[in-house]
């Protein structure tokens, strides 16, 4: 099969994304000529060992000076500032200059922790993304988003910062747990559900195809995801406003995923999925939408075997409605005080809003928590 490539158009900072099959184990064909002849460093995740073991071979027969390794966990615990500072210490106790590379390889936790090291580490340094999860290559590691989180919440401390390539291989995949493969499925049914209402649609025939890794069907779905993105973050790259499209359904996912605080109960994208149900439901019951969109939405990821509902949590969390609603004001996404929601008008036809019912919000947790079939 071809690979695809796709371009993040930020001017001087421009960017391929590759996807294809068997990239790894060629990764200096991907790699930008400048960076070949370097010190790497590779931040890997623990579980892709086997696929990192490939790719230092394949950077060593490209030239490059030297690779060392340091693995970490990748759950959402990883996402800490003890992991950040491991990664730190063990950069510079190796003796890295600023003309070292960084490969995140590994999950969007990896690439997170990675991305905000290289964008601090030395006042910064040249980092590629190697996702290896659907969601990762669809979402995380395209943007320039980094981070990790806090006590407080979810990459409340970090960075905008670009890597020099994205090199997602479609064969990384095939390695991982059905769950992991569904979470990432969310963040691309969300694209459709932001502005295109006919991938949405052609999801609603392919979905199944795409969560069983059959090539042509996953490659269009990434590539289709990857420019969806690229297309917002080149026209708002730190987030300003149109970028914020991008959080459908994170307000509600955020309060969740640290309600449970981050133990392996909720996925990220499991956690995106429950929430874009909540913020269809939402649309209807304030007269955004109609109701049958919100339940072509639940149907859909309910279809395709994802959780709609935060009652689908176990074990339970304990939180109240009305507690993860004050949670709320905690996201980033907040501005003074005025919480940002996603919303919509109908299917593709997101958008952005600080004028929002909270009690209206309230009772679609509320009801979230308690059955999830309410749309």
């Not at 009652?311 to 004001?329: E, G, K, R």
Request: aromatic share 6%; hydrophobic share 40%.
């Amino acid at each position: 099969m071809n690979h695809k490539t796709v371009q993040i158009d930020l001017g001087v900072r421009c960017y391929d994304i590759h996807i294809g099959r068997n990239l790894i184990g060629n990764i200096g064909r991907y790699v930008p000529n400048d960076l070949i002849e370097r010190h790497v460093y590779i931040i890997g995740d623990k579980a892709v060992s086997d696929h990192i073991t490939k790719i230092e071979a394949a950077l060593e027969d490209s030239g490059a000076l030297s690779v060392q390794t340091r693995l970490f966990a990748g759950g959402e615990k990883t996402k800490s500032f003890e992991a950040y500072q491991q990664a730190c210490e063990w950069l510079l106790e190796q003796g890295l200059k600023r003309d070292a590379v960084i490969y995140a390889v590994g999950g969007g936790v990896i690439g997170d922790l990675a991305g905000f090291v290289a964008a601090s580490v030395m006042r910064g340094v040249d980092f590629i993304q190697v996702p290896t999860t659907l969601l990762s290559q669809v979402d995380s590691s395209v943007g320039g988003k980094t981070g990790i989180n806090t006590a407080q919440g979810k990459n409340l401390v970090g960075a905008f910062y670009q890597p020099r390539a994205v090199i997602a291989d479609i064969d990384t995949l095939e390695t991982l747990p059905q769950r992991e493969i569904l979470a990432g499925y969310a963040e691309i049914a969300k694209y459709g559900l932001i502005n295109d209402p006919e991938f949405f649609a052609w999801l609603e025939n392919h979905g199944q195809d795409v969560c069983a890794l059959k090539t042509e069907e996953l490659t269009r779905a990434i590539e289709i995801s990857v420019k969806a993105k690229a297309a917002i973050v080149q026209e708002d790259e730190r987030e300003g406003g149109k970028r914020a499209l991008l959080n459908l359904g994170h307000t509600f996912g955020h309060v969740l995923e640290n309600a449970a605080q981050y133990d392996g109960r909720l996925l990220h994208g499991e956690a995106v999925a429950i929430g874009i149900v909540m913020a269809h439901e939402a649309s209807a019951r304030l007269g955004l939408c109609d109701d049958k969109d919100a339940q072509r939405v639940l149907s859909h990821y309910q279809t395709i075997g994802l959780p709609i509902s935060a009652a689908s949590i176990t074990p339970a969390i304990t939180h109240s409605a009305q507690q993860l609603a004050t949670m709320m004001q905690k996201d980033k996404k907040a501005d003074r005080n005025a919480i940002k929601f996603i919303l919509t008008r109908g299917l593709g036809q997101s958008f952005i809003t600080s004028d929002v019912d909270m009690n209206v919000i309230t009772d679609v947790i509320k009801d979230s928590l308690e059955s999830g079939e309410h749309a």
